[in-house]
């Protein structure tokens, strides 16, 4: 009870310093409270035991995570990636996941869980593939992109200049440096842009035709809509797909868009790195989020059409609004969480 009055007592304050703030806060909770309760579930339309989800992005990670989780409820599921052992071990996973009813003999299980080695980089391995479901399935309902690359080095440092004492060391960036550094980009664009593109021109004439609740879930990252140093590859390569995953969303209104946006999650997504730098933050593996509970707020939010989801919820919000309203106070977090100090 003193716990309570005190927190009544916090409020009142609040509201008392900052009625508008006060104001404005309980309007975007009764307007979230409303859409809870008014929001039809996917799963009355479209029964999870029907549901055929495609993840691209699934030999690891998360989308191995999500894989599980789909299998677990009874979904059918195809898992892509181009590490073929990967990619078996965890059909292997799936299989003995699937609920005992949905999986009567061997054929069921294989028709039921695909694995399929592909690039999400090439055309023709992304169309193949579609082929390949519309045989296997008659269509697609779900389609999760959570492939994607690092990149960790300060951009200057990838073009070979060190910083020291105010200078740079050499003083400019010779060709070769800017060439790598465009390399670095080239390959990451590639990888977090140009495959979650091909994938969804690919695939959502299929989602659209064959699925009475077509969705797509984009795993975006928290740094695509927050600045970070080191990141300057990463993110905003990581923003240039979700936005244009966010506008497709209104060029397809009868598809359900979701993009999910996490802070460090564990794993060895740093491995992916495609200017070799090394991990500045606290280890992912210690202090990231468990890639089972991305998974499965992953599934939550397909199932309630959320379209826009933070990871944690609080600190990425608050990183989210904060950088409009106090830029140089998120950047100054930024610089401590990855141990930046501008020389
Ligand atoms: N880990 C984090 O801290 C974190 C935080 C926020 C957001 N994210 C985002 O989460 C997503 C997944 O990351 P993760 O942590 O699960 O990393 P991960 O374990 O490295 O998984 C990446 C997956 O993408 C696949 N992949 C990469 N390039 C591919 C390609 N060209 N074609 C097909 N598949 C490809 C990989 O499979 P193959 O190598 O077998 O092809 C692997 O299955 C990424 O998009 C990342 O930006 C990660």
Known sequence: MDALASALDVVKVAVKCHPN???????ITGHRIL??????????ILPRLRERVLI?????????????????????????????HQLNVVAEECAKLLPNQTAE?????????????????SVEDMVALR??????????????????VSALRPLLEVAGLE???????????????????????????????????ICVTTFIPLLSSTSPSPSVLLVSSLAAVVPAPTRSIYASTKGASL??????????????????????????????????????????NKHGLKREAVAKRCLEAIENGEKAVFMPVIMGRIAH???????????????????????
Request: hydrophobic share 40%; net charge positive; with cysteine.
């Open 105 to 121: 003999d061997s054929s069921d299980k294989s028709r039921r869980i695909l694995r399929i080695k592909a690039d999400f980089n």
């Open 163 to 197: 910083r020291r004492d105010g200078a740079f060391y050499p003083p400019h960036a010779d060709v070769e440096g800017v060439k790598h550094a465009v390399s670095a980009a080239t390959a990451a664009m590639q990888s977090n842009y140009i495959g979650p593109l």
């Open 21 to 27: 703030i006060a104001l404005l806060a309980a309007l």
């Open 321 to 343: 609004f904060g950088y409009w309203l106090f830029p140089s106070l998120i950047e100054r977090f930024a610089a401590r969480k990855y141990k930046y100090v501008p020389a």
């Open 35 to 44: 859409q809870r309760l008014t929001r039809k579930q996917r799963s009355s």
């Open 56 to 84: 691209v992005g699934a030999s690891s990670g998360i989308g191995r995570a999500i894989a599980h989780e789909y299998a677990s409820r009874g979904s059918s599921v195809c898992v892509v990636g181009r590490r073929e």
């Open 243 to 284: 936005l244009l995953y966010q506008s497709l969303a209104i060029e397809h209104p009868y598809i359900a868009f979701t993009h999910i946006m996490p802070s460090s999650v564990e794993g060895d997504f740093r491995a992916s790195a495609v200017d070799g730098g090394k991990v500045r933050e606290a280890d992912p």
């Open 131 to 148: 082929d390949q479901l519309e045989r296997e399935w008659g269509g697609l309902d779900t389609l999760i992109v959570s492939a994607g």
